[in-house]
């Protein structure tokens, strides 16, 4: 009989901070820009040149670690993580190890197997490093520092998840909670989200833990769960030749679909921390902390609840729209411009993420104005268009963000409910099918909705439906 296996995983994840200014000195955090030159003697390593600790960073990293149930160090202090490698300025790294900002945290995730809290074993702050291009025409590789220095949390959580999907819940959940709070935009694509993975097998029921791998830096959520999948198979097949496990750094390569050893696993005594000796510890206040704390916004579970309480939506509904802060955000304004909730819900829930859909785009790539949005609901409302022109329009709000007044008068898209011209179309469509005006007498309703949707066409989508309804019963009636 086969053994089975338990995967034990914990994560690193790294979040780059929304400050406008890297961490220790006044250089722009901005994402792209020519390399090199969002640098100056402090993030690029330079003898002499001192750190100034940006305050906005610790109060990102306190806002995360209150949302995030975690205990705050008032005192804490930064340390010297020393590596050399080519992009890494300074040969050091400025971390903390002894005395993090958070620890001892968690949040709550929901799987198909239930919900499920995952433990956050600290939240430390420390400076990133640059990045390494590899010019294969030139055969060389080349740095740029735009990245050295830019701010960063690691959330370092404990052992606790079980398999992928308990993973990326994790991963949403942190996204979702750091979004709101404005501390990052969270783009994986952008590397301002990255996860390393430490995982590990061990027989089902066994209380030790296995042998643990870790691998680095995976851009996407797909990438994280084909990564955590191979690397079980992996070292479930090590297990099963009788040979052992190297604990040591991967990378996982999602082209092949396989990771490859990188280097042995440092533990912490190889990197010689110790602490800066240019920064002074960090003394968080009482009154400090409970400005964060007042200062925290409303998070997705809290608005989730109140969408079904304040504005009746079901629990489904509540849910999409809070699963994105921009969203939640698009929503809100719109209802406080229109005062119709479920309306908005509706064409957010259903035209707008079909358009999402269909352009594979997130909710965070709209652009269009809640303004737009509540003028066309309004339009709709006082019968100046009827809903399939609105569809129309909306598509070109979502596109170009029209202004739908001007863009239905240039158009000439306006509800035509003048009834001398809509009963002259219904006479006109009644004589050209005479076999539907006999079905509808016979009891077949469909005519009637064949003898609609010809009037409609005719007028090119632009009557009044009800009126058409009215005066199409009247016709009919009188024929009898």
Known sequence: MSRQYETVIGLEVHVELATKTKIFCGCSTEFGGAPNTHTCPVCTGMPGALPVLNKQVVEYALAVGLATNCRINQYCKFDRKNYFYPDNPQNYQISQLYLPVCHDGW??????????????HEIHMEEDAGKLIHDEWEDCTLVDYNRSGVP?????????????????????????????????????QEGSMRADVNLSVREAGAKEFGTR?????????????????????????????????????????DNKESSRAMRSKEDAQDYRYFPDPDLTPVVISDSWLQ????????????????????????????GILTDSKHMADLFEATVELCGKPKE???????EAMRLLKEHGQDPEDMTFSPEHLAKLIQMVDGGVINRTV??????????????????????????????????KTIQEITAANPQSVEDYHNGKEKAMGFLVGQT???????ADPAMVNQILKELLTKKE
Do not use: H
């Open 152 to 188: 960063l949390i690691e959330i370092v959580s404990e052992p606790d998840m079980r398999n992928a999907d308990e993973v990326i819940a994790y991963l949403e959940k942190l996204r979702l909670i750091i979004q709101y709070l404005g501390a990052s935009d969270c783009k994986l």
């Open 107 to 120: 949040v709550e995730i929901e799987t198909g197997t239930g919900r499920k809290k995952i433990g956050i």
């Open 291 to 318: 400005e964060i704390r007042d200062r925290q916004p409303e998070l997705q579970t809290e608005k989730m609840a109140r969408y079904q309480e304040e504005f009746g939506l079901p629990q489904y509904d509540a």
């Open 213 to 253: 791998t870790e691998m680095k830096n995976i851009n996407s959520f797909k990438a994280i769960a084909r990564a955590i999948e191979g690397e079980r198979k992996r070292q479930i097949e090590l297990l099963e030749e009788g040979k052992k496990v190297v604990q040591e750094t991967r990378r996982w390569d």
């Open 456 to 462: 409609m066409r005719a007028m090119k989508g632009k």
């Open 344 to 350: 908005v819900s509706n064409w957010l829930m259903v």
């Open 390 to 423: 609105a569809k129309t329009v909306f598509e070109e709000i979502f596109a170009q963000d029209v202004d739908p007044d001007a863009y239905v008068e240039e158009k000439g898209l306006k509800v035509v409910n003048d009834e001398g011209t809509l009963r």
